[in-house]
């Protein structure tokens, strides 16, 4: 089978197309011919060697996205051959990544493709989504509680935006000039500038500060005095800040959620009941990849690139 992956870490020109043998699916597992793989930072991680790879091969495989067909089902399976998942797959184990032809997941790591989405769409949700509803369950709000996201312009702000609204928060999110318009499409009750002084721009409109800071940009320290005492702060790359005002700190780890079947079905529901919208910023060939990494990797794009095989 055909994958993309790399043998040495680097910059975008290590990733190269592998010739490895067809995998096939063990008991409770199916194979699936994948169609389409999102592209995220993620992936940038794993090419340049950032994370354990201990319990991988070389050649390393990036992608936690994948959506395809079932065309192989294990011993046992709840699939059939035929059915049009989405998947999130995990580069660090054995099974690798989603840049591949074929790749074999877990039953409960596949969920159905929401309907009337196409298998572009559906690629994109998988991590971004499951990131999202770890966040939400790790600010664990009520209804009418503040939540703020930063880098609300971004495929995970997007999603933790829909997500948070369709729970009954309030969330106040921050956008650059050329976002406001897709940051608003979203439905916060707020939006503020991005850039220095967010926390600032928060506390004019919440004095006393949110409930709750979900930092997908980033921002760390920058974005803490915007809580109020006693709040949480949630970091995607597993920051934490000194402890202080009885402020809770959090770090969300996706790769906890390779067994989440149950949420995942949940994000296919959300899209059809149109509160998420998947967001495919383009769509290039698998061979492509060092060329989607680039664009990646320079800022500024909204959605996922989507690799196709």
Do not use: C
């Not at 312009?153 to 609204?165: H, W």
């Not at 009941?273 to 990797?297: C, F, I, K, N, S």
């Amino acid at each position: 089978m055909k994958a993309i992956g790399v043998t040495e870490f680097g910059g975008p020109e290590a990733l190269q197309v592998q010739d490895l043998p067809d995998p096939h699916p063990g008991a409770k597992e199916v194979r699936i011919k994948v169609r389409a793989a999102a592209v995220s930072p993620t992936d940038a991680g794993v090419r340049t060697g950032s994370y354990d790879m201990s319990q991988s091969t070389s050649p390393y495989l990036p992608g936690m996205d994948a959506a395809g067909v079932v065309d192989e089902v294990g011993d046992g399976s709840v699939w059939t051959v035929g059915d049009e998942v989405m998947a999130i797959a995990l580069p660090l184990s054995e099974h690798k990544g989603a840049y591949t032809e074929y790749l074999v997941a877990p039953d409960d790591s596949i969920a159905r493709i929401p309907a009337g989405s196409s298998l572009e769409q559906a690629a994109t949700i998988p991590m971004n989504g499951l990131t999202a509803v770890q966040i939400l369950e790790l600010a664990a709000l009520e209804p009418g509680q503040v939540l703020a996201v930063t880098g609300a312009a971004g495929t995970l702000g997007n999603y933790l935006v829909q997500l948070a609204k369709q729970q009954g928060l309030v969330v106040v999110a921050d956008a650059a000039s050329k976002d406001l318009e897709l940051v608003r499409s979203l439905g916060p009750d707020h939006v503020v500038e991005r850039g220095d002084g967010l926390a600032d721009r928060i506390r004019e409109i919440f004095p006393d500060g949110v409930d709750a800071v979900a930092d997908t940009a980033l921002l760390h320290e920058d974005a803490v005095p915007a809580l109020r005492d006693g709040g949480v702060f949630i970091a995607v790359r597993g920051w934490k800040g000194e402890p202080a005002r009885g402020i809770r700190f959090e770090a969300v780890w996706v790769f906890s959620e390779y067994h989440s079947h149950d949420k995942l079905d949940g994000l296919r529901r959300a899209v059809e009941g149109g509160v998420l919208t998947p967001r495919v910023a383009d769509v290039l060939p698998a061979e492509d990849a060092p060329e989607a990494h680039r664009r990646m990797e320079a800022g500024g794009v909204r959605g996922r690139i989507v690799l196709t095989f």
